[in-house]
C-alpha cells in the first residue's frame, strides 16, 4: 500500500508525482497552490520542508528565470539544486535517458528538466522514481502559466470573467495557455499568423472545454481582453528561421496602440527575454500595464509552491 499525504486538499502521494503539464492539476489543486504560494510571497510560510533533500536540475537549453528560480526556491525551503548542463551528464555521451532516470533517483528527491523534445521528459517521467518537473519543452512551459496565471490573480484577484489574449507564435508557451484554459474555464484568444498556429489537438481540446478562439487580426483577439500576451517570434533552437518569421509576423508587434484596443485596466505579460521593437515596443514593456517584472518574480514563489507540494511531504499551509 503506498502512503499518501494530504496537503490542504491536495493529495499527493508519497512515492511519486509528477508535473509535466498544466492537466496534471486539477483547478482545485491549482487554486490551493496558489494559496500556498500567496503565503509563501508575503513571508508568512517560514517552514522548510526540503530541509536535506536535492534537486537535480538538468539543462539542455539555456535559462536565466527557469534556473535562478528554482535554485533559489530550494534554497529558501531548507533543500540544496545541483545544475546539470548536457556536458555535466552522460545523456551528452549517448546513455538513455531511462538510465539516467533510475540513477538519478537513487540520489536526489526531485528533477526538473529544460530541454527540447518533450518526449524525453515524458520518457524521464515513466522511468524515474522520484517527481520531475517539466521546466521547459518546445511543446510545453507549464511553470511559467503557473506564474502567469497566479499574476492574474494578483492583478485581478481572480482569473473568472476575464479574457486572455495571446499575440504572436502559436509555440510552447502558447500551448500551455491551452491548457490552462481548459483545466480553469476563462476565455482565450489568439492571434497568429497562419502557418503558425498552436498545437491542433491541444486547440481542439481546449476548445471544448472553455470559450477558445483563433484569430489572424490580433486586434481582434485583445479588443477588451484583460491580459495581452506575447513571446518571441524566435524560440531558442530556431535561430535559423529569424528573417521568415520576421515577415511572417509582422503587424503582430504588441505596440501602445494595440493594447488601446484591451480593456481599460489591461495588463501585459511576457514571459521574457522580451526581443524589445519585434513582439513588443519598448514604450509597452516598460508602460504602466506592464506586469512582466512582477511576473518573473513569481516564477520563484509558485515553483517553490510546486516543490513543497511535490518534494516536501507535508502540510503546505
Not at 23 to 52: H, M, N, V, W
Request: charged content about 25%; aromatic content about 8%; overall charge negative.
Amino acid at each position: 500500500m503506498v502512503a499518501t499525504v494530504i496537503l490542504t486538499g491536495f493529495r499527493c502521494r508519497m512515492s511519486k508525482r509528477d508535473f509535466l503539464k498544466i492537466p496534471d492539476l486539477t483547478a482545485s489543486e491549482i487554486e490551493e497552490l496558489f494559496d500556498l504560494t500567496t503565503e509563501l510571497k508575503a513571508g508568512r510560510y517560514r517552514q522548510q520542508p526540503l530541509a536535506g533533500k536535492a534537486l537535480a536540475m538538468v539543462f539542455t537549453k539555456s535559462s536565466t528565470r527557469t534556473r535562478v528560480s528554482f535554485e533559489s526556491g530550494m534554497f529558501q525551503l531548507g533543500g540544496s539544486a545541483l545544475f546539470l548542463s548536457g556536458r555535466d551528464l552522460q545523456l551528452g555521451r549517448g546513455e538513455p535517458i531511462k538510465d539516467t532516470a533510475r540513477v538519478l533517483s537513487r540520489y536526489i528527491d526531485g528533477i526538473m528538466i529544460r530541454t527540447f523534445a518533450h518526449a524525453d521528459v515524458e520518457e524521464l517521467a515513466r522511468h524515474a522514481s522520484v517527481p520531475v518537473i517539466n521546466g521547459l519543452t518546445d511543446h510545453l512551459h507549464p511553470c511559467q502559466i503557473l506564474a502567469d496565471i497566479f499574476t492574474v490573480r494578483e492583478e485581478f484577484e481572480d482569473w473568472r470573467h476575464r479574457v486572455v489574449a495571446w499575440v504572436g507564435d502559436g509555440n510552447n508557451v502558447a500551448n500551455s495557455w491551452l491548457h490552462a484554459a481548459a483545466v480553469l474555464g476563462f476565455e482565450l484568444r489568439l492571434a497568429c499568423p497562419e502557418g503558425y498556429e498552436p498545437d491542433h489537438q491541444i486547440f481542439e481540446l481546449a476548445q471544448r472545454a472553455a470559450k477558445v478562439s483563433m484569430h489572424e487580426d490580433p486586434e481582434d483577439a485583445v479588443r477588451g481582453a484583460h491580459v495581452v500576451n506575447t513571446d518571441v517570434w524566435a524560440s531558442m533552437g530556431q535561430e535559423g528561421e529569424a528573417e521568415s518569421r520576421a515577415l511572417a509576423f509582422k503587424g503582430y508587434c504588441v505596440d501602445a496602440e494595440l493594447m488601446q484596443a484591451a480593456a481599460p485596466d489591461a495588463i501585459f505579460l511576457h514571459c521574457l527575454p522580451a526581443h524589445r521593437g519585434e513582439e513588443v515596443t519598448d514604450e509597452v514593456i516598460e508602460g504602466p500595464q506592464s506586469r512582466v517584472f512582477d511576473e518573473a518574480e513569481n516564477r520563484l514563489h509558485v515553483q517553490k509552491g510546486l516543490l513543497v507540494r511535490l518534494l516536501g511531504g507535508e502540510e503546505g499551509a
